[in-house]
């Protein structure tokens, strides 16, 4: 008995004490429930790689083969813009990797002491094909990320293989699939004539396509990568419609089934590559908008007005398509159904606005706007009232402007030379243009919030109408 | 109980019951005594909330799905039009409560220059951005009070981890959202694995996300050892 008055004497005493002194502002705020520390993003954008030169288990080894195909992989994983590489002289682990089946075990903290998130290794050997093997480590979490093997004949380009491994890095990181192994087609005068040109999405391989000495323009790639859509002067001195084919399709004329009295200026692949949106005019009348199926049936009229009506481009889901009229009295662009029903105009702000092409996610329509006499690239939200965040790092301090109907758009990139004919990269994540900021016409890519820009082109002549082809299969 | 005590203090042992009082009584008066006389001690509690953020903490509540409810879509948001220098927030651009009361706020500058001054670096938060807070339990929702000792850490271990972490421009401004919890030791140091309570929807972010934890590691020393909640936003507020 006496035991418990004690201790209730001694609780009470606590209890007293406790209450002067102990129930200070830490001691509530933990025994009440933790709150929950909230971070937002800092500056880092970019993961660092570590990126082993591959190990060269060719039965005949060859010393510049691996160092070439590391320099060409990390000139891809550069062009991504996802990461940055962590210099070898950094390195606490090996150079060159060792045998991925039989080398001893990865160790993580060697590459995460070095700042490194992601480490690669991989090993090629050359036999009847090439044939490539790497693996992909998140350093912080040790843990794989991919392991992949790629083979090819030993006649194809082999920068080709370094530009893919690449973008399945950038993948097993952002969970999207870079661009580097992607290739762009343009148009381009270096050789005195207007032809078309194919180069890789980084500006390497830069290739003729066409070469038929006469004015071909309009790029466009069939979705399957097969082909490209073109429009040449070629025949009668009159546009028409050509496929330049490396597949299964057979190149030349395209839509023949139409007859010679019309003038085809422009074709755009739908998406699923089922139909092509088509600019044509029949002659002494201005240009409409058609879609029609590539073998020249099933031909739509869309567009029925005394206007101009020009540059159509499909939406991503193929059910809409922004097209260029000229019928409030300047070029804007709109937007209409598939079967041309319900036109709407898009843009009102600026008294020339051309070349929409729509983001394969379908978050935005890019799209040129003279203002002050020069051309920019300028974004806009396709749906009426809602737009999506998007951060321009602009170098001018000019504000976004507001449409009537409460659409933002602001322009991409500020410089002192028109921008022109944007396209967009299959992933959304980039855009090509031509510019003449360098005083003639070249092909630029930039990151769509405006970052990373970096010229594709070099050299003499105008490279102009970029068209960004999809991923390879 | 209650009854066995009050027969017990009602019953035989009076003498007890006063022994108690005169100590009760003695640290009662120890206590005015020290309230009086310690000028200090007022300004060790602070009172009432310190710094609130409504949007921080209501899209925390709102977004916050029951057990059962499926998560809502982001919904695209208006662009957010942002300074040049996108780490460097605006908070009079966001709608603030008005304080409840008439209060002067606790002054952190003293403990946050020194923290700024062990991180060795400048600070790229501007002094007044408030302290954003967030809770998963029910009852602590926005404008409960935070200790500025928590605070300052809470403040510290934002801008540890924001340095750690790295988010592609694909990422960010796109509303995801992880929340993960983090068993930290005294010292500040990530214990064992840290574990996702809820996913953005975008299993690479939820992956930058661990990552940037386990780079952090260590945290600055928290106030107390335990598990931790951090919010991750891909929102550059």
């Given at each position: 008995m006496l035991k418990r008055r004690r201790s209730v004497q001694f609780m009470a005493v606590s209890g007293l004490v406790l209450g002067t002194f102990a129930v200070g502002p830490v001691g509530e705020a933990l025994a009440q429930q933790r709150p929950a520390v909230v971070?937002?993003?800092?500056?880092?954008?970019?993961?660092?790689?570590?990126?082993?030169?591959?190990?060269?288990?060719?039965?005949?080894?060859?010393?510049?083969?691996?160092?070439?195909?590391?320099?060409?992989?990390?000139?891809?994983?550069?062009?991504?813009?996802?990461?940055?590489?962590?210099?070898?002289?950094?390195?606490?682990?090996?150079?060159?990797?060792?045998?991925?089946?039989?080398?001893?075990?990865?160790?993580?903290?060697?590459?995460?002491?070095?700042?490194?998130?992601?480490?690669?290794?991989?090993?090629?050997?050359?036999?009847?094909?090439?044939?490539?093997?790497?693996?992909?480590?998140?350093?912080?979490?040790?843990?794989?990320?991919?392991?992949?093997?790629?083979?090819?004949?030993?006649?194809?380009?082999?920068?080709?293989?370094?530009?893919?491994?690449?973008?399945?890095?950038?993948?097993?990181?952002?969970?999207?699939?870079?661009?580097?192994?992607?290739?762009?087609?343009?148009?381009?005068?270096?050789?005195?004539?207007?032809?078309?040109?194919?180069?890789?999405?980084?500006?390497?391989?830069?290739?003729?396509?066409?070469?038929?000495?006469?004015?071909?323009?309009?790029?466009?790639?069939?979705?399957?990568?097969?082909?490209?859509?073109?429009?040449?002067?070629?025949?009668?001195?009159?546009?028409?419609?050509?496929?330049?084919?490396?597949?299964?399709?057979?190149?030349?004329?395209?839509?023949?089934?139409?007859?010679?009295?019309?003038?085809?200026?422009?074709?755009?692949?739908?998406?699923?590559?089922?139909?092509?949106?088509?600019?044509?005019?029949?002659?002494?009348?201005?240009?409409?908008?058609?879609?029609?199926?590539?073998?020249?049936?099933?031909?739509?009229?869309?567009?029925?007005?005394?206007?101009?009506?020009?540059?159509?481009?499909?939406?991503?889901?193929?059910?809409?398509?922004?097209?260029?009229?000229?019928?409030?009295?300047?070029?804007?662009?709109?937007?209409?159904?598939?079967?041309?029903?319900?036109?709407?105009?898009?843009?009102?702000?600026?008294?020339?606005?051309?070349?929409?092409?729509?983001?394969?996610?379908?978050?935005?329509?890019?799209?040129?706007?003279?203002?002050?006499?020069?051309?920019?690239?300028?974004?806009?939200?396709?749906?009426?009232?809602?737009?999506?965040?998007?951060?321009?790092?602009?170098?001018?301090?000019?504000?976004?402007?507001?449409?009537?109907?409460?659409?933002?758009?602001?322009?991409?990139?500020?410089?002192?030379?028109?921008?022109?004919?944007?396209?967009?990269?299959?992933?959304?994540?980039?855009?090509?243009?031509?510019?003449?900021?360098?005083?003639?016409?070249?092909?630029?890519?930039?990151?769509?919030?405006?970052?990373?820009?970096?010229?594709?082109?070099?050299?003499?002549?105008?490279?102009?109408?970029?068209?960004?082809?999809?991923?390879?299969? | 109980m209650e009854r066995t005590l009050g027969m017990h203090w009602g019953g035989a042992n009076r003498q007890d019951l006063r022994r108690f009082l005169k100590i009760s009584a003695a640290f009662h008066a120890l206590g005015l005594l020290l309230l009086i006389f310690m000028p200090t001690l007022p300004k060790l509690a602070p009172p009432g909330v310190i710094m609130v953020d409504l949007?921080a903490s209501s899209s925390l509540v709102a977004v916050r799905p029951g057990p059962s409810a499926?998560?809502?879509?982001?919904?695209?948001?208006?662009?957010?039009?942002?300074?040049?220098?996108?780490?460097?927030?605006?908070?009079?651009?966001?709608?603030?409560p008005t304080p409840p009361e008439e209060e002067e706020p606790a002054d952190y500058?003293?403990i946050?220059?020194?923290?700024?001054?062990?991180?060795?670096?400048?600070?790229?938060?501007?002094?007044?951005?408030p302290v954003q807070t967030a809770s998963l339990g029910a009852g602590f929702g926005p404008g409960r009070p935070v200790s500025p000792v928590v605070a300052a850490w809470m403040k510290a271990a934002r801008?540890?981890?924001?340095?750690?972490?790295?988010?592609?421009?694909?990422?960010?401004?796109?509303?995801?959202?992880?929340v993960i919890e983090v068993e930290l030791d005294s010292g500040g140091d990530v214990r064992g694995e840290p574990e996702i309570v809820r996913?953005?929807?975008?299993?690479?972010?939820?992956?930058?996300?661990?990552?940037?934890i386990?780079?952090?590691?260590p945290l600055p020393a928290p106030p107390e050892a335990g598990r931790w909640t951090f919010v991750?936003?891909?929102?550059?507020?």
């Open positions: 971070v937002t993003p800092g500056r880092a954008r970019t993961y660092r790689a570590a990126v082993q030169i591959f190990a060269d288990r060719s039965e005949i080894p060859e010393p510049n083969r691996a160092p070439l195909f590391h320099a060409n992989l990390q000139s891809a994983l550069e062009f991504s813009g996802v990461f940055a590489l962590v210099s070898h002289k950094a390195f606490l682990g090996p150079v060159t990797s060792a045998s991925l089946d039989h080398g001893p075990p990865i160790v993580c903290s060697d590459w995460s002491q070095i700042g490194a998130d992601a480490f690669v290794e991989g090993e090629l050997i050359i036999g009847r094909e090439l044939s490539i093997e790497f693996r992909v480590w998140d350093t912080a979490r040790c843990v794989r990320l991919a392991r992949k093997r790629y083979k090819q004949p030993l006649t194809a380009d082999k920068g080709f293989l370094a530009r893919r491994v690449a973008d399945d890095i950038v993948a097993s990181f952002i969970g999207m699939r870079g661009v580097a192994s992607t290739e762009i087609s343009y148009v381009s005068t270096r050789d005195g004539n207007t032809e078309i040109y194919v180069m890789a999405a980084d500006g390497s391989r830069q290739r003729r396509a066409t070469n038929n000495g006469s004015i071909n323009n309009f790029p466009d790639w069939a979705p399957n990568g097969e082909g490209i859509l073109y429009t040449s002067y070629r025949q009668q001195n009159r546009p028409f419609l050509f496929l330049s084919s490396r597949g299964r399709n057979r190149p030349g004329r395209l839509l023949k089934r139409l007859g010679g009295k019309r003038a085809e200026y422009r074709g755009v692949f739908s998406p699923s590559g089922n139909r092509i949106a088509l600019v044509m005019s029949e002659l002494g009348q201005g240009p409409e908008i058609y879609t029609v199926r590539p073998d020249g049936r099933s031909l739509k009229r869309l567009t029925r007005s005394r206007a101009i009506e020009i540059a159509p481009a499909w939406s991503p889901d193929e059910k809409r398509i922004a097209f260029v009229s000229d019928r409030s009295g300047s070029p804007q662009v709109y937007v209409m159904d598939v079967d041309g029903s319900n036109q709407k105009r898009l843009t009102f702000q600026g008294s020339y606005n051309t070349h929409p092409a729509w983001s394969p996610d379908g978050h935005w329509i890019a799209y040129e706007s003279r203002i002050g006499g020069q051309f920019d690239i300028w974004l806009i939200d396709p749906e009426s009232g809602v737009s999506f965040p998007l951060i321009t790092h602009r170098r001018s301090d000019e504000s976004p402007a507001w449409s009537p109907d409460g659409q933002v758009n602001f322009p991409l990139i500020d410089h002192p030379r028109s921008d022109e004919s944007p396209t967009w990269a299959p992933n959304s994540r980039k855009l090509a243009f031509s510019s003449g900021r360098r005083g003639r016409a070249d092909i630029y890519v930039v990151d769509v919030n405006g970052e990373n820009v970096r010229r594709l082109t070099r050299g003499s002549g105008e490279n102009t109408s970029p068209s960004w082809g999809p991923f390879p299969r | 949007v499926p998560k809502p879509k982001p919904p695209k948001q208006a662009p957010k039009i942002l300074p040049a220098e996108p780490s460097t927030p605006e908070p009079s651009a966001q709608p603030k500058s003293d946050l220059a020194e923290l700024r001054s062990e991180l060795g670096e400048p600070d790229v938060v501007p002094e007044n951005e801008i540890h981890i924001r340095r750690f972490w790295v988010v592609p421009p694909g990422f960010r401004n796109q509303s995801l959202e992880t996913r953005s929807g975008n299993p690479w972010y939820d992956d930058g996300v661990v990552r940037s386990r780079k952090a590691s991750l936003i891909s929102d550059e507020i």
